[in-house]
């Protein structure tokens, strides 16, 4: 019995030491669960180039993903590649320490990342890149051409233009915009999708240096122009949920759309015969600059734990080449921000040029880090505020006094 | 020889027991003494940090905004609890009698009114949401149809309807258990008793009030308990039908919803906080057990033992 005992140990370490050798076998996990197909097709190009490694993915609910990708990392049981979250939510894993550090050297593409890529997925404390990030996303005003064409409308340029369209649309018995407040984060995307000219890059540039609030007029007019153009909205808008707005929308029932890019895909997919056009946000007096806002979606990272760390970076690094960037953009229909990718389809390829002028997306890149964090303030008071509940200098001040439990350069 | 046969009982007693009782210790005391500890801590994202004492207790109930967020949702989970005492189980006992008297038809009632109950959660939520679609929902098309039309109303979209709407829909699915509780309880009751209490009125108010009343006590306080822990704990359809942040501005923000987007984080707004999320579950846990204790208690002492 004990000799029985004995050989099948030594027979077991011989096997668990020789595997390696043998395959490399990766986890990786995604929450794009809709994307799946498509990871299968990257993985299998990455595979077929390097056959001693095989990766299979894993798909999570994207709701819950940050939650059980957290208790499977602090259990010992995480994947070994990992879609991680930007910014706030890359932190809370990313500082924990269960991420591997990457640098130029371990994953050359990084070298060629624009920075703001790089800073969504760099962790405040120790500066570090932790994942190689995968896609931009932009805030901007999503059209119906079809719509727009019948009823002989251009993209509108300025704040009063966008009124007359919208007017247009709804005398044509459509809804001018399909936007609902019903789910809270929509309630943020539109003041970036309709407002970022009007806040404009002076408000940003002086929001970092911590010399104004959000109290500040630039932001407050954004918001009272949301006010303005929120009668554009379907009637009963504040219980009108994400998803029903969606399909207002991809039903073509609506004009326009404001919201993230992310949202063409998913429209196309809803409704292929769409013909959709985009347009910044537009601008309160003629000449002024158009701005679009901008966000990184998240990024691949490394375990640090993983019993494979070369066939991590050879896999992370794959991730961060232009080849990748060029089948992601074209399969997923999303903007990759590694440089040199080219966009097939003309309205990433607009997508893109607008992304030249833009701000960021204030509250997820710089105020999601710490409660009450600047998006759930802003998609409260702007929820409130849209359903006539507050003024704009209301929900400006309400915003800001929430930042300033935390943020010094706002509690003067 | 006893001795033996004996401690051949205390093992087979043992081994029956032991299995139970790992797996609650594992799965229930456990997590809750985890949590317990977890509340004492700082934390960064997932890392524990120091030990900070009554720090996260003292954030969510004393510091602002936590602490008025606190208070909103603990608001709401009263209004739901009372509500719901009123129409769920109030409702429910007057159907049980009328159901217990076998008016015409009861038969088919009793199937129809418990029939929500055997659906899950996340099909009422999803249902009633659509009901509820401010542009296609059939509650809205229903009142314009008939020429209501100040009805029509964004019904989980504006901060005067929203929790309501919440308390209908949950009263809807849920009126079927106190119902067959209390009807279950009426059914105990000697039909004796009631022949005799017939002898001496008609009423049947005198007769729910002196005979019927005192006698599903047993069942009063089961239903009251649950209803209790049930409102306190209530999660599932706020999180299907609003969302997490209670949406529209946290007009529908019950303390469920609450400590799971403190504790977890919400995808689309906020940051993970263990600690204060720690502490949020400790004080509901606390004030769940307490006063369910307390209140269990209380009302046994009043029923009548038949």
Known sequence: MKKYLVR????????SMALPAFAQELSFWSWRQEDREQYEQFIADFEADNPDITISLETIEPQNYNTILSTALAGDSGPDIMMVRAYGAFETVAEAGYLMPLDEETVPGLADMPKPALEA???????KIYAVPFASQTMLVIYNKDIFDQLGLEEPETWDELLEVSQAIEDAGMYAFANGTGTAWQNETIVSALGSSIIGEDFYNDLMAGETDFTDPRFVEALEALVEISEYFPDGFTGLDYASAQQLFASGMAGMFAGGSFEIANFMSQN??????VFPAPVKEEGDQHLVGLFFDGGYAGNAQTEHPEAVQKFLSYLASQEFGQQFANSLGNISPIPGVEFEDPLLQEVAELNQ???PYIMLVHFRYQEPSGSVLIQSEVQEMLAGGKTPEEAAQAVTEGIATYYEPFQQ | MPRLRLTGRTLWITALIVPPLAVMATFVAYPIGSALAYAFYDWQGLQRGEFVGLQNFYNVLFTEPFASWTQRAFMHNIIVFFSL????NGTGFILAYALWRELPGAA?????VFLPVVLSTVIIGFLWKLFFHPIFGPVNQIFRGVGLDFLAQPWLGQSS?????LIFVNAWAWIGFPTLVFLAGMQRIPTELLDAARMETDSEWVLIKKIVWPLVAPSATVVFILLFIGSFNWFELPYIMVGLDGSPFGSTDVLGLYFYRTAFGNQSAGVQDFGNGSALAVLIFLFIAVVAAFWTVRLRKREIQL
Do not use: K, Y
């Open chain 1, 8 to 15: 099948s140990a030594a027979l077991l370490g011989a096997v």
């Open chain 1, 121 to 127: 997925e760099t962790l405040r404390s120790d500066g």
């Open chain 1, 357 to 359: 002028n833009s701000i």
């Open chain 1, 272 to 277: 292929p015969d769409l013909d959709l056009g």
């Open chain 2, 161 to 165: 309807t929203a929790l309501g709407s």
């Open chain 2, 85 to 88: 005492m009123v129409i769920q």
């Open chain 2, 108 to 112: 088919f009632h009793r199937v129809a």
